[in-house]
C-alpha cells in the first residue's frame, strides 16, 4: 500500500496527528484543540483510515516519519489550532519548572519554590502530572484525601496560596486557572519533567523503528536521567501512590529497554554493571535476568551466566514457591546450547 503524506489531511486532522505524535492523549489534544474528546476519536479513525495505518503506534511513527515531529529536536511546529488564551491574559513563556520525578519540587527562573505543606504540595502534583487537563474539586479532594475528607473547603484555599507561590515575579498571568469544569496549569506555563520523559521515550520509539539503536539508547538514557529518586516521594493521598507505582514501574521497563539495545549493539560490559544493580534490587525480574545471563554469555562469561540462572530459579522457589519463567528458561536452554543467533533475539524487552 502505498504510502500517504500528512498533507493529504485537513488542518486539524494534522494538528490531531502532529498531537498523536507528541504522545499526547485524546483527553489532552481535546483540551489544546477546544474540542470535545469523542471527536478527537472520530477524526483519529479517519486519519487511521486515510493513511493507511493500523492504530495509534502506527501513527506515532507516521508523524516522525513525515517530519511532522523530530526525534530529538522536539515538535517542528506547534498546532495551529491551540486552544484561544483568556480575552486579555497572554500565555506566559515557561519560566518555571516542576519535577515529579523525585520529591516534588518547582523553581521559577531557577529559583525553589516554597510550595507549602504535604497536602497542599499533593494538589499541585495532580495537576502537573498532565498540564492543560482540567481537574475537578471532587477529582482533587479522592486523589489528595482518599476517604479521610476534610471538614471545611480547602481545596480553592490551596489553590490560592498556590497561586502566589508559582506566579511570574512582577507579571499578573495566574499559572493556576479555572473553568466551569475545575482547575487547570495553564497550556505552556509550565514545563513538567513527566511530559519531558514522554517526550523523549517518543523520540527513543521512532529511533528504534528507523533501526538507530544508538540514538535510541541515547534519548532512553536521558529520559532516565530526569529520575532522581522515588517519584513523588513522601507525597500523601491515593492519587500519588498510584502515579508512584506507575512511575516507578515505568522507570524500570525503560531501564530494561535501554539494556535490550545495549546488548543488541554489542555494549555487553556496560550492560551487564547496570542488569547486576537492577537484578540485586529486584531479584525476581525475570526479564532482567535473563538480559544478564545473555550478557554475561556474550562477554564470554558462561558460568557466570548458568550462575545467575541458579541462582534466580532458588529465590523464585523459596520466596515464592514458583518455577522459572518460560523466558528464562529458554534462555538457559540456548546458552547451554551455545546458540549465538537465537540468544542475541530471545527476550528483549518491550
Not at 491574559?89 to 531557577?110: K, Q, T
Amino acid at each position: 500500500m502505498p504510502v500517504i503524506k500528512s498533507t493529504a489531511l485537513g488542518r486539524q486532522e494534522r494538528d490531531i496527528l502532529y498531537a498523536v505524535g507528541c504522545g499526547l492523549r485524546d483527553d489532552e489534544i481535546a483540551t489544546a484543540l477546544a474540542i470535545p474528546e469523542d471527536a478527537v476519536a472520530r477524526h483519529l479513525a479517519r486519519i487511521l483510515a486515510a493513511l493507511g495505518l493500523r492504530d495509534r503506534s502506527a501513527a506515532i511513527v507516521h508523524a516522525f516519519d513525515t517530519g511532522l515531529v523530530v526525534p530529538g529536536r522536539g515538535p517542528r511546529r506547534q498546532p495551529t489550532s491551540p486552544l484561544p488564551p483568556a480575552v486579555g491574559r497572554r500565555v506566559p513563556v515557561p519560566r518555571l519548572r516542576i519535577s515529579l520525578l523525585g520529591p516534588l519540587r518547582a523553581w521559577r527562573d531557577g529559583r525553589p519554590l516554597d510550595l507549602g505543606h504535604l497536602r497542599q504540595q499533593a494538589v499541585l502534583a495532580a495537576l502537573a502530572m498532565y498540564p492543560g487537563r482540567t481537574v475537578s474539586r471532587q477529582e482533587l479532594l479522592d486523589g489528595v484525601w482518599g476517604e479521610q475528607l476534610p471538614n471545611t473547603n480547602v481545596v480553592p484555599v490551596y489553590i490560592y496560596r498556590l497561586r502566589k507561590a508559582l506566579c511570574t515575579a512582577g507579571g499578573p498571568d495566574a499559572v493556576i486557572e479555572r473553568d466551569r469544569n475545575g482547575y487547570r496549569l495553564v497550556p505552556g506555563a509550565v514545563a513538567v519533567d513527566v511530559a519531558r520523559l514522554e517526550h523523549l521515550v517518543t523520540a527513543a520509539d521512532a529511533a528504534e523503528h528507523t533501526g538507530d539503536l544508538t540514538r535510541a539508547v541515547r534519548a532512553c538514557a536521558r529520559a532516565l536521567e530526569l529520575f532522581h529518586g522515588e517519584p513523588l516521594a513522601g507525597q500523601p493521598g491515593p492519587f500519588a501512590e498510584l502515579e508512584r507505582l506507575r512511575l516507578t514501574e515505568r522507570r524500570v521497563v525503560l531501564v530494561q529497554r535501554k539494556l535490550g539495545w545495549q546488548i543488541r549493539l554489542g555494549q555487553h560490559s556496560e550492560a551487564i554493571a547496570e542488569l547486576t544493580a537492577l537484578t540485586v534490587t529486584q531479584p525476581f525480574n525475570e526479564p532482567a535476568a535473563a538480559m544478564l545471563m545473555r550478557a554475561l554469555y556474550l562477554s564470554g562469561r558462561q558460568a557466570d551466566a548458568l550462575t545467575v540462572y541458579d541462582r534466580t530459579r532458588r529465590r523464585l522457589a523459596d520466596e515464592l514457591g514458583v518455577s522459572p519463567g518460560r523466558l528464562l528458561r529458554q534462555t538457559h536452554r540456548t546458552i547451554l546450547r551455545g546458540d549465538d543467533v537465537r540468544l542475541g533475539l530471545t527476550g528483549t524487552t518491550r
